[in-house]
T-cell receptor, first 116, second 111 residues
Framework: EAGVAQSPRYKIIEKRQSVAFWCNPISGHATLYWYQQILGQGPKLLIQFQNNGVVDDSQLPKDRFSAERLKGVDSTLKIQPAKLEDSAVYLC??????????????FGPGTRLTVT | DAKTTQPTSMDCAEGRAANLPCNHSTISGNEYVYWYRQIHSQGPQYIIHGLKNNETNEMASLIITEDRKSSTLILPHATLRDTAVYYCIVRAGTSYGKLTFGQGTILTVHP
């Protein structure tokens, strides 16, 4: 089966510019996650969707970050305006279940964002 | 979710078993132990998970102590491709799936 697809793989922008990342989850996966991974740290959840509804966005900086998941499939994460501290790898993951006793999250390769 | 503590780094010789410890002394009864790993420039990859019984799959074995306050991930025959950051994560089965990653253990497998 095809994995989680993300694009672009790399992006360099200047501070105060805007940027968007795209994610296509594994077919049939209802749950989609966006994580931010700063160099040297573990990934941190930004937002979680169940189908096209938001389950958890408690750590999303809503003044500059936004995300949507149209039709419960693909998702886009946007940053506007970007700050230097947004430099990180943005990881998308999907899973077939949101909870229950066990599940597995499948991660994409990530988008490396550099803000100069 | 309970907090986990892992060594910052470990080394292992190729072909030997790699034993990665994790402490989760505040784990509660409905929380599972998950292990993920992240190879350089890739997204994290699921390895194994367990509640209280020891578990084994094609990648690794998970040994959970009887009091569930600690666990060990065992890679039986480490290869150079197993060099990665290994994350031990505790998550409630009733949660909505959020994984809280710590710093993890950098495992380096030497020839």
């Amino acid at each position: 089966e095809a994995g989680v697809a993300q694009s672009p793989r790399y992006k360099i922008i200047e501070k105060r510019q805007s940027v968007a990342f795209w994610c296509n989850p594994i077919s049939g996966h209802a749950t989609l996650y966006w994580y931010q991974q700063i160099l040297g740290q573990g990934p941190k959840l930004l937002i979680q969707f169940q189908n096209n509804g938001v389950v958890d966005d408690s750590q999303l900086p809503k003044d500059r970050f936004s995300a949507e998941r149209l039709k419960g499939v693909d998702s886009t994460l946007k940053i506007q305006p970007a700050k230097l501290e947004d430099s990180a790898v943005y990881l998308c993951a999907s899973s077939s279940l949101a909870g229950g006793d066990s599940y597995e999250q499948y991660f994409g390769p990530g988008t490396r964002l550099t803000v100069t | 979710d309970a907090k986990t503590t892992q060594p910052t780094s470990m080394d292992c010789a190729e072909g030997r078993a790699a034993n990665l410890p994790c402490n989760h002394s505040t784990i509660s009864g409905n929380e599972y132990v998950y292990w993920y790993r992240q190879i350089h420039s890739q997204g994290p990859q699921y390895i194994i998970h367990g509640l209280k019984n020891n578990e084994t799959n094609e990648m690794a074995s998970l040994i959970i102590t009887e009091d569930r306050k600690s666990s060990t991930l065992i890679l039986p025959h480490a290869t150079l491709r197993d060099t990665a950051v290994y994350y031990c994560i505790v998550r409630a089965g009733t949660s909505y799936g959020k994984l809280t990653f710590g710093q993890g253990t950098i495992l380096t497998v030497h020839p």
